[in-house]
């Protein structure tokens, strides 16, 4: 971010994961449960994955605390589980929230979701789902 600031850059993406939006972090409120979930992912899946990736997840909500805090024109993206599948543009975003029935996503989609959002002003300062 030093370096961005130094070059006069603003703009930045980066991918987070789909159950880091009900991880805390420092200066950072969470909601009791991510905007979004259904019962199935909010009372069995993101638990168990929370659980495996306690400290993957602990490291991306301080990234997005971090950037939060950055002054930058930051997005970060919340995608589910990633496939090798191909682009298929099939997907769909929501600000703010995780995607009902969101469990999966291609990286070719993913990509073709990123290069979208950076000249999209409504997801400047925001957090992004995307999935199919």
Sequence with gaps: MDAMRAQGARRILAISAAPVA????????????????????????TPLLRAGLR????????????????????????PPRLTDKPATHAYRTALGANLPR???ISRADLAHAMLGMLTDQSTIKQYVAVAY
């Design 22 to 45: 009900g991880v805390s972090a420092p200066g950072r409120p969470v909601p009791r449960h991510a905007p979004g979930e259904g019962p199935f992912m909010r009372y069995i899946l």
């Design 102 to 104: 969101g469990l999966k």
């Design 55 to 78: 400290q993957e997840y602990a490291d991306l909500a301080r990234m997005e605390a971090v950037l939060a805090g950055s002054g930058l024109d930051w997005t970060v993206v919340r």
